[in-house]
């Protein structure tokens, strides 16, 4: 069913139908077809079978024809291109000359920035040139190539941009990084991830990080393209060694590499605070482990002191009496509060060891808040830096900034003396800081995913702010929301008391880490339809195998299309390209692996596979792929 933009699209006016009848009638509905195709697309379709066909139908309804004539309408035949031409001369258009094609280059290369590195989308953007300026591009072999050449021209210029920008010592810097790969900033170096979540792989990250953030870059100029040039470029560098990158000019060599870095730096932002994250609670988790047992049977003598004639009673009494359980009470407030030992055996942990990575992460970690309620924890690490500077171990509880010390940190972090301990300070402060960076009440500049909440805003967020919760159905009163969330969190809570007790595959446990046993369930049976699918193909090709139905599905769908090289040009033959690929898909979608993959073919190398991989394949790209197969499969065709 054809939306209102695509009826108006398709729908011929008096004029056009006065062009369309001017001719037999087995032959309206191809030049009718071709005549709307063209003013949508810019191009004239290949086969008919490109237009989806509500559009035919809705075609064959303005023009009084059958349906059944479309079929019979050859594109590729002298009639079709005599009838093309005349559709040109109809709506005014010539065909491109050399300068036409110069300014149609002219035009792409200045938008591809911000169009994309996709050359399907800015063709798209050529022929919307072409039909303002009343311009048929003949071929899409000759469009493709202007597309291609724009994009090039754009990558060289912007590389040559970001080349420019950068000063000399970020230059020596860049180039020293190449020179020694391996180095402790090689170009090698600052490919690898952060590590696993240790006091080692903190340090190493963060001397990274402190690199990066010295080089002098030009963030605002990668900010102002496409994010998927920076994506292309990057892909580009990730798939080169040093020895690779040093064969290019100067230029391209260090404008790739500081596209590269600044991409890095974001990545390495929030490996980083992963690490922060994972770090501070397992100083914690570990030692809450130790006094767990400890905390499980003061809980259980308080409870069972305070209703001693409960049903507590008849289980826990006989064995322990209410005089042991007693002492039990008395012994651990002697001992003082379990919170504030934890605590205590936290900070021990935390000073022999851990408190090492403090000074790098608050020297390239930048922590900001959109809150008030929250620059209390900010103003704590601007008070932990300064006093780790100056290598104190106390200092005035004043300093501390108000409501940055909660209450059960107040005994662990303020002494007898009423002096701030400061190592219990920084772990208090940190303990803070995990709970709202994961809260994303506090972010921090530069990171990706732990970026400005604000920044996931549509823009225009404060202006149209009624509209959005109005279309989310949400209410701006917090209040409401809150208990409209609390009323149906009890409804599901009360749901699953009621079916526990009927249910036979959900057990609770008192005992072991895991609480709540389900048992697995039996296995569906297959569907019918799919026994049926499977039968069907093994008897019209009991023999095919796996790789020869991904080829038919290529030739059919054209899915190869989908993948371009991240290199600044290809060299390989289409075909040539195209079977590489085909095995590169079967190798790595098989787990096979290329390199049993390449054992199968003589004339094809593990190496050349490797190539293709990292040249062509990327999420993107085979999300593509996927939604081409998909949209075949599925009849879904464009429309206009």
Known sequence: MLDFEEISAWSLSFSDLEFVHGYRHQTRIGVAAQLLFFRCHGYFPSTLAEIAQDAIDYVCDQTGEPVALAGTYKLTGDLARRHRLQILRFLGFRRADDGDKDGLFKHLSAIAGSVGSNS???????????????????????????????????????????????????????EASLSAPRGEHGFLRLKED????????????????????????????????????VKTLVRRVEGETAFEMRWHDETKRLGLLAIYIMSRRAQLLDGLVDLLIELVHRIAADIEKVHG??????????????????????????????????????????????????????RGSYANH???????????????????????????????????????????????????????????????????????????????????????????AGSNRYRNPDEDLPRDFAQERDAYYSGLNLTRDAHSFVRSVEDQLKQELLQLNAALPSNEKVRLRWHGKNRTCITPFDPLPEPQGLVALKAEINRRWPMTGLLDTLKETALETGFLDAFETSASREALARSVRDRRLLLCLYGLGTNAGLKRVAAGVPDISYDELKHIGRRYLDASSLRAACARVGNTHAGVLPTC
């Open 120 to 174: 399907t989308e800015l063709a798209e953007k050529g022929y919307a040139w072409a039909l303002r300026n009343k311009v048929f591009i003949p071929s899409r072999a000759i469009m493709e190539r202007l597309t291609r050449s724009a994009l090039h021209a754009f990558s060289e210029r912007f590389l040559g941009e970001i080349c420019g920008h950068l000063p000399v010592e970020t230059r020596l810097a860049l």
């Open 194 to 229: 952060v590590g696993a979540a240790a006091l080692d792989s903190v340090l190493d990250a963060t001397s990274r990080l402190e690199f990066v953030q010295s080089l002098d870059l030009p963030f605002d100029l990668m900010a102002s393209v496409h994010p998927s040039w």
């Open 293 to 346: 047992k400890e905390r499980l049977l003061v809980d259980i003598a308080t409870a069972a002191m305070e209703m001693p004639d409960g049903k507590v009673a008849d289980v826990i009494y006989p064995v322990a009496g209410g005089a042991r359980l007693k002492a039990i009470i008395n012994e651990h407030r002697a001992k003082g509060t379990l919170d504030t030992r934890i605590q205590t055996v936290m």
């Open 354 to 444: 851990y408190r090492r990575m403090l000074p790098p992460l608050l020297s390239v970690l930048e922590f900001r808040s959109n809150n008030e309620t929250w620059r209390p924890v900010l103003d704590a690490l601007a008070l932990v830096r300064s006093l780790n500077e100056g290598g104190r171990r106390f200092a005035a509880a004043a300093l501390a900034p108000e409501g940055s010390i909660p209450s059960k940190w107040r005994k662990t972090v303020i002494d007898e003396r009423g002096r701030l301990n400061v190592i219990s300070y920084e772990l208090c402060v940190l303990t803070q800081l995990r709970e709202r960076i994961r809260a994303k009440e506090i972010w921090v």
